[in-house]
């Protein structure tokens, strides 16, 4: 045995979301011969293994065919005594439903020790990913981790686990949804009980549902949410529905589309700045959409300032833009883009395609044609939404 030659980890590559797994799990990771991974496991995360390392897809996911537990030991025990080191990838956290601990026993039993890395568990990350936090003075005073697909005598006793008026977070529970809904309201839980499930938290492809206890199941089968997702039942799901209501709010307040012309190679900051210096005295949180010729689609500098700001970049053809008129036509635009503007078109065509309840689909600018570092902006609204225009500036409508 070649235990004192080598090592053994258990890491937790978090809940999906490449930055949330943690400093010092990127570092073991770095330094693993062998990496043996979960499925539920970012792919992205293989990026800090080293590219010699051998890649091992032991599969183990709720509902789908898996590498059956004694095997991924075996293989394990495998790497380590041939002296390699093994760096054994669980999704969230290796200790939380994810049968680390029957792994460290095996790995202890033959003479090994492993080093335990946490993560983060979706337990915790999904709920946060839409703004409950599972413990709240106002709410709950403490939280429970269960899995929701056990059956006969694994069954948890949901009448118990109701009697805590704890916030309940359950794995693995979609597929009995219905019955596990069906055992709290049998339990005593209250029929109106604030429930969320929410799907691939914390990854682009995030979805949730927010329903009360009694429709919660019907409510998740029609949105068809499926695995891997987290169920919070209990008081603190609702503020979930506060946080959309808020951003519902703060959304009715993004009146405002820019358009912007850039060269090749526009550094975000300058677009940033340019941006900034047109809005003058409105708001940059009330910006909604950007938007430019579809020849920018991979501008770098463009692409990044809309990621920073998490705004969507709205992309229109020449055809497009030629079809609205331009107070000050550019000899430059039409030079390189055949077009006699950028800025003013496009943003009059995102305020107008971004106001769905607008039939003639009128638009006006309040904030006409700037420049700044090679960089133009124009800015304009709908109609009926367009706040004051800039005072520097005259209104164009859009007709």
Known sequence: MHAAMTRAWLIGAGPGDVELMTLKATRALARADVVLVDDLVNPEVLQFARADAQVVYVGKRGGHPSTPQADIVAQMLEHLRAGRSVAR??????????RGGEELQALQAAGIEADVINGITAGIAAPAALGIAVTHRDYAQGVVFVTGHGAGSGEPDWAALAATRMTLVIYMGMRRLADIAGALLAAGMSADMPCAAIESATRPEQRHVLAPLRDFADAVARARLGSPAIVVIGGVASLALAREAAKRDAGSMKTLSVGIGCRLHSEAADIDAAVRAAL?????????????????????????????????????????????????????????????????????????????????????????????????????????AAPAPHPAHQDQDLR
Not at 90 to 95: S, W
């Open 89 to 98: 990838l669980k999704g969230g956290d290796p200790f939380v439903f994810g």
């Open 280 to 384: 003058g005295s409105h708001d940059f949180e009330q910006i909604g959409t950007v938007a430019t010729i579809d020849t920018k689609v991979n501008e770098t500098g463009l692409l990044e300032f809309c990621s920073r700001h998490q705004l969507p970049l709205r992309l229109f053809s020449r055809e497009q833009i030629a079809a609205v008129p331009v107070a000050s036509p550019s000899v430059a635009a039409h030079a390189h883009l055949g077009v006699d503007g950028v800025c003013e078109p496009c943003a009059l065509l995102a305020a107008a395609a971004s106001d769905a309840a607008a039939s003639t689909h009128d638009a006006r600018l309040v904030v006409r044609k700037t420049a700044h570092a090679g960089v133009t902006v124009a800015i304009a609204a709908a109609n009926h």
